[in-house]
């Protein structure tokens, strides 16, 4: 299966929740009032966000009112078309700089961090670039021994300390044994309790401010990773990394098990964060660029 049918296919949920949808509201109806009113509830009941919802809304009313919107067929056109302008041009994960390049990975338990960092890291050594993972995610043991499964599997270089230890410091020492050998990118763990206690965010800002003194302007990309499943949670999670450390992009995971994909625009709406990757399986070659205009062809196709 070729990589769109993939995303296709991960998309099938969402596609589901909305597009369908989409297409029976119009059917045999003319564009008018009632039926954009229509649209912008299940534009709000599939993730896409009030601003994003009243954006699009507000556009397809105006091609109406000038005589451009005929059909549903048109509507679909139009509403593609607004859809990929809303998300924007591709922004993927570029490496950049001096080395070593550093991504500070954050995110709440359980939304698929780890994996997504493991991903990641086959990625950039298939790249021919060198890895070191910081096992930065001290709090709980199994992250820590997931994180070494992975650097096992990719061949990917680890920092570790004992658990319970400074997370900080574990970033600290993966900069400088980066720094003397010549390691092209530090990925570094981090815990993730729930977002809503303070502790883990004045944690992170510690790691943060670390990683600045180990290398002056570090980290490079501070990658939030949300689950796609969970809708409106991961807009909130979105807020709350970013007031506290500053998110500058976001790998959206899980996205084939969901109904949820709309959650995409609304992220990219309230916070222009670019979503920089996106998960649509289990397997290593699953975490793909997010690129805007594939994304929303999918969704329709």
Known sequence: MGLFDRLKEGLARTRK???????????GKKID?????????????????????????????DKAKKGE?????????????????????SQPLVLFGEKPFVILAVGVNGVGKTTTIGKLAS????????????????????????????????????VKHQ?????????FDAIEAAKARGVDVVIVDTAGRLHTKSPL?????????????????APHETLLV?????????????????????????ALAKLDGTAKGGIVFAIRKEFGIPVRLIGIGEGVDDLRDFEPKEFVEALFS
Do not use: C
Not at 17 to 27: C, L, N, Q
Not at 36 to 58: F, M, P, R, Y
Not at 228 to 250: C, H, K, S, Y
């Open 17 to 27: 929740g909305f597009v369908e949808r989409v297409e029976s509201i119009f059917a």
């Open 33 to 61: 009032e009632e039926t954009l009113e229509e649209l912008e509830e299940i534009l709000i009941t599939s993730d896409i966000g009030t601003k994003s919802t009243a954006e699009i809304v507000d556009f397809l009313k």
């Open 69 to 89: 919107i005929k059909d549903s067929g048109s509507v679909k056109e139009y509403l593609k078309e607004e859809m990929v302008s809303l998300l924007g041009s």
């Open 123 to 158: 990625r950039f050594i298939s790249e021919g670039h060198s890895v070191i993972l910081a096992a930065g995610d001290t709090f709980r043991a199994a992250a820590i021994e997931q994180l070494e499964i992975w650097a096992q599997r990719t061949g990917a270089q680890l």
């Open 163 to 171: 658990s319970g230890s400074d997370p900080a410091a574990v970033a």
């Open 201 to 217: 965010m004045e944690e992170l800002k510690k790691v943060r401010r670390v990683i600045d003194k180990a290398m002056p302007g």
């Open 226 to 250: 949300v689950d796609a499943t969970t809708g409106q949670n991961a807009l909130r999670q979105a807020q709350m990394f970013n007031e506290a450390i500053g998110v500058t992009g976001i």
